[in-house]
């Protein structure tokens, strides 16, 4: 068995530097350090080195076009990435890489691999042990558990259980020891291929009481070619003592105008209030049950290929990749 292991930095990687922790260690030196023996045939690749807060959409381009060009030629691929955007990588490959032949897998570490109990050798070893399963797709392995990547999201800024699984069970974990399957994600087609086309320019603004609409026609008038607004509990767009509902009636015919929530599960239900309804009525698009990385990233993926109203509604509706189980 043939796995491919590519290095893009972060935390697992790093050492302690004058200013704090730096992303520095090269993937050989990481799987050294771990103890990870070559059991199975392993090939380690640095494709870049960086703490993930730096990691921009060019470079989820530059790792799909490295997978794209290696997936016929290993069983296996396992990323070792940061944790801070790992969410967001492994949300944006599942639209660019389609039906991916072999498991594909993100990993990282909330310790480095040079700190003592570092969780990077177990979490490392949960991500090799789940690639040999050869259930194909793109995951994230972490703390004992492998996560569908379009539906994981890092809920925590230091503890080892920073990731779960959002509104989606989890696929599999790590149970008396042993890697334990416990649901096999649903296949949307059997042919490879890679769509890689994105736009980059999408704002996330996340509504406070009192905010004015003057920021949305800010974004406006600086270019963006889509808005993400996260609401509040299942969503709805405030009307009393702001403008900010005018503003979202007025552009929302020009630029698609996603609506999310602040909670973590869940999603979003327009139908459920009156202020959600007459958000919908105002052409805001809901965002279902998605993930905040996975909505981001479809936004940004679907602009990529059109910029019709209607189509990006009908797009960011559909389920694509398993990133949505409804949309109201």
């Known amino acids: 068995m043939r796995i491919l292991i590519?290095?893009?930095?972060?935390?697992i990687a790093s050492v302690k530097g004058e200013r704090g922790y730096e992303s520095a260690l090269s993937v050989s030196k990481i799987l050294k350090l771990a103890g990870i023996s070559s059991e199975a045939k392993i090939?380690?690749?640095?494709?870049?080195n960086v703490d993930s807060t730096l990691i921009q959409p060019s470079d989820w381009e530059r790792l799909a076009k490295e997978i794209e060009k290696e997936v016929w030629e290993y069983d296996g691929i396992v990323i070792t990435h940061g944790t801070d955007t790992m969410a967001y990588s492994a949300s944006m490959l599942s639209f660019m890489l389609r039906n991916p032949p072999i498991p594909i897998v993100l990993t990282g570490s909330m310790l480095p691999i040079t700190e003592k109990n570092s969780d990077a050798p177990f979490?490392?070893?949960t991500a090799l042990e789940f690639v040999k399963l050869g259930i194909r797709g793109i995951y994230i392995a972490f703390n004992g558990k492998v996560m569908l990547g379009v539906r994981a999201s890092k809920i925590r800024s230091m503890g080892f259980d920073a990731f779960e699984s959002i509104n989606y069970p989890n696929v599999a974990e790590i149970k008396d020891d042993k890697l334990r399957i416990l649901h096999i994600p649903d296949f949307y087609g059997?042919?490879?291929f890679s769509d890689i086309k994105y736009e980059p320019k999408v704002l996330v603004i996340k509504l406070i009481p009192g905010l004015s609409g003057d920021i949305v026609r800010e974004a406006l008038r600086l270019g963006y070619k889509g808005i993400i607004l996260?609401?509040?509990?299942v969503g709805g767009i405030p009307y009393r003592g702001t403008d900010l509902f005018e503003v979202v009636s007025s552009i929302s015919k020009r630029?698609?105008?996603?609506?999310?929530?602040q909670a973590i599960y869940d999603g979003v239900d327009l139908q459920r209030y009156k202020v959600g309804r007459i958000a919908l009525e105002a052409g805001v698009i809901p965002a279902g049950d998605m993930t905040k990385e996975a909505t981001i990233t479809k936004l940004m993926w679907i602009l990529g290929h059109t910029k019709n109203i209607e189509e990006?509604?009908?797009l960011m509706g559909k389920n694509i990749t398993g990133e949505l189980t409804r949309v109201s």
């Open 312 to 314: 990006v509604k009908q």
């Open 190 to 192: 059997d042919e490879f």
């Open 123 to 125: 979490n490392l070893r």
């Open 6 to 11: 590519l290095g893009m930095g972060g935390t």
């Open 43 to 48: 090939e380690a690749r640095d494709l870049m």
């Open 255 to 261: 630029i698609p105008v996603v609506l999310t929530t």
């Open 230 to 233: 996260e609401g509040y509990g």
